[in-house]
């Protein structure tokens, strides 16, 4: 195991009702700016519940609403822009992960003074960000508590990840019950998500690192058995409980911390979403079994027949044929069970002319990577999706 530091500064608020303690945002100060997407929460009347607690605690409101899935650029340069000329103490992020990586960056943004697209594409200038807190919506990305924003300039077909502890948040209210309205596509699509983050962490090669790869494989047990259950059955409460508090785990440094991580997948669904905006948790869920096939050979079977007994119960002792299984357990899954769509196709992505490009931008991340990828290896695995 390599050495790590582990530091989640993030209160977490779980539960029903939680959301009162959002009175505590005026230790912060007074002026808070709202942050939300397209308009989920204005119509399950969280907005409302929200504004309630902020006028009790004093708060003066400014909003900046209508955050992209794929959040853009332009959208966190209004937001810094209004904490500017506007004096903002705090952000306040409301729904998902969208909502809450574009507030991290307005967080920071607000306290830099060039563009906020340096920021994105340059971590070491996020040296400090006003304080923010997250209510979560969607149970995927587990942004309500790790350090990371995904931002895109889709004109230039750009999406990039940046990365600064002070983009953690200081208080995340996770309650269940407002994930009852998430669609069955963004359910699939979100147990997808955090299903590929566990595994960026527990694919890795790094030895002695038992800790964390037995917990992720209780964390994918945990998703495996929810995801339908949320999927069939939205306001069954425990099952959106177990999935929100396992995405958070799957990415807050739990399972990640002391392994090796490159994030290859995400690296390759990144382009996907720069080039074509898809939804991040389906292109996840297209590109996993093909890259685990991909990579399947003598060196990576005894990895992958461990998850597949570990995590599917399969009992072959030949490694090769128990890794086999356990790729053909993980397809059944995403595309049967879950219904997600099971190649680029379905995207709405047909031909390859960008592929070459993809795989230019990807490389680079093959630092400590479980299984290094060449750009031979990123475009076959982009052409095999398709
Ligand atoms: O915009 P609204 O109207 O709120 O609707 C959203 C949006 O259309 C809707 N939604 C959210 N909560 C809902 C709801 N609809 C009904 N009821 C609710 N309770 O769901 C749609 C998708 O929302 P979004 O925030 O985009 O989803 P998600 O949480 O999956 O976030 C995806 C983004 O996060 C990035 C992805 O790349 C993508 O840009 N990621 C962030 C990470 C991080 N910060 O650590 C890591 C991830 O790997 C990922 O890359
Ligand atoms: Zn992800």
Redesign the pocket.
């Known amino acids: 195991m390599y050495n790590f530091k582990f530091h989640v500064p993030t209160k977490i608020y779980f539960g029903k009702g939680q959301i009162s303690h959002l009175t505590e945002l005026k230790e912060c100060g007074s002026k808070v700016l709202l942050v939300?997407?397209?308009?989920?929460?204005k119509?399950?009347g969280?907005y409302d519940t929200a504004m309630g607690y902020m006028k009790e605690a004093g708060l003066t409101v400014y909003e900046l609403s209508g955050?992209?899935?794929?959040?853009k650029i332009a959208t966190v340069r209004r937001g810094a822009e209004m904490c500017k000329a506007e004096g903002i103490d705090m952000v306040l992020a409301i729904?998902?992960?969208?909502?809450?990586?574009c507030a991290?960056v307005v967080a920071a943004a607000a306290k830099h003074d060039g563009d906020a697209w340096d920021l994105v594409l340059d971590s070491r200038k996020i040296t400090a960000a006003l304080p923010i807190f997250s209510v979560l919506?969607?149970s995927?990305?587990?942004?309500e508590m790790?350090d990371?924003?995904?931002i895109?300039d889709l004109d230039k077909n750009e999406?990039w990840?940046c990365a600064a502890p002070c983009m953690k948040p200081t208080m995340s209210v996770l309650d269940p019950e407002?994930?009852?309205?998430?669609?069955r596509k963004?359910t699939a699509?979100?147990t997808a998500?955090m299903m590929?983050?566990t595994f960026e962490n527990y694919f890795s090669t790094v030895e002695g690192a038992d800790v964390q790869k037995r917990l992720a494989e209780g964390l994918l047990k945990v998703m495996i058995k929810y995801g339908p259950i949320a999927l069939n059955d939205p306001t069954n409460y425990d099952a959106r409980a177990n999935l929100m508090w396992a995405a958070s785990h799957a990415?807050n440094g739990l399972v990640g911390e002391g392994v090796s991580m490159s994030w290859p997948i995400?690296m390759i669904?990144?382009e996907l979403?720069a080039f074509y905006d898809i939804?991040?948790?389906e292109g996840l869920a297209i590109l996993t079994p093909v890259w685990m096939e991909h990579i399947l050979n003598e060196k990576t079977a005894p990895y992958f027949a461990t998850y597949g007994r570990n995590v599917w119960d399969i009992r072959d002792e030949d490694d090769m044929e128990a890794s086999r299984k356990a790729i053909e357990c993980t397809k059944k899954f995403f595309f049967e069970t879950m219904g997600l769509p099971a190649n680029l196709r379905a995207v709405g992505i047909t031909e390859d002319i960008h592929f070459e490009e993809m795989a230019d931008k990807t490389l680079g991340a093959g630092k400590r990577a479980f299984y290094p990828l060449m750009k031979e290896d990123i475009i076959a695995i982009l052409k095999k999706s398709l």
């Open positions: 939300y997407g397209g308009g989920s929460i119509r399950s969280l955050v992209e899935p794929n959040p729904g998902g992960g969208s909502t809450i990586d991290k919506t969607i995927a990305t587990g942004s790790d990371t924003a995904v895109s999406k990840a407002y994930t009852y309205t998430v669609s963004q699509a979100g998500d590929s983050h990415i995400h669904e990144h979403s939804t991040h948790g």
